[in-house]
């Protein structure tokens, strides 16, 4: 299968501070998603991103394919931003028809 | 537009007693997936079925079973609860897993005692 690694772990942020969270990957895959889990427990999805660079509104997300990682931008970060976030990867000579997550970034935005 | 939804919500089961979870979509999706999210360890692949009448096993797929008998519907059964398996289970659903955004229900909160 196909590792994916996340960073940090954790992060604390206060009200409106920026934050980057990283996702690598281990091999050529050709899907990438971004999802936030709120705190009830909903997959929310952000980003369908397997290359390039997206916006929506306070969020960006960019892809480097060829270098096996997505970044993930929040700016001005609200308490609703609160939660775990995950990366995602699929469809590949390694992933097949499978769909790799990430082990997350806790995000707690406190006011 | 109803998306993913996951029946029932919550559960509650003995050990060695069955179940049937049922997962449906209403986008017209050929893929969908069956995952269980345990805590510090992210989702898991359990079973994903590419199209009506197949199925697949992912990562985790020992102790369950799964069935496609209609396009909209992908159902994961438990034929003899363990307490390994209490979890949360989400079913998502694509229109295809190369180029699409997958989908993901609300969540199945299990709990076998």
């Known amino acids: 299968g196909i590792q994916v690694e996340q960073s940090p772990p954790d992060l604390i942020l206060q009200e409106g501070a920026n934050s980057t969270l990283r996702c690598n990957f281990s091999d050529s895959v050709n899907n990438l998603q971004w999802f936030h889990q709120n705190p009830w427990g909903q997959l929310i999805n952000l980003f369908y991103?397997?290359?390039g660079t997206k916006q929506n509104g306070r969020l960006s997300a960019t892809t480097v394919a060829t270098e096996r990682y997505s970044l993930l931008y929040i700016s001005s970060s609200q308490t609703t931003d609160s939660g775990v976030y995950f990366c995602?990867?699929?469809?590949?000579?390694?992933?097949?028809?499978?769909?790799?997550f990430g082990t997350g970034t806790s995000l707690t935005v406190i006011p | 537009n109803a998306g993913v939804t996951q029946t029932p919500k919550f559960r509650v089961l003995k050990t060695g007693q069955s179940m049937t979870l049922l997962c449906a979509q209403d986008m017209n999706h050929e893929y969908m997936y069956w995952y269980r999210q345990d805590p510090g360890m992210g989702l898991r692949l359990i079973h994903y079925s590419v199209g009506e009448g197949t199925t697949a096993k992912g990562e985790v797929p020992d102790g369950y079973n799964v069935s496609r008998l209609k396009k909209q519907n992908f159902l994961l059964g438990l034929e003899s609860a363990a307490p390994s398996q209490t979890s949360v289970y989400f079913c998502?659903?694509?229109?295809?897993?190369?180029?699409?955004?997958?989908?993901f229900g609300q969540g199945t909160r299990l709990t076998v005692v």
């Open positions: 995602a990867v699929g469809w590949g000579v390694r992933a097949g028809n499978q769909f790799y």
């Open positions: 998502a659903s694509s229109y295809s897993l190369r180029a699409a955004e997958a989908f």
């Open positions: 991103i397997p290359s």
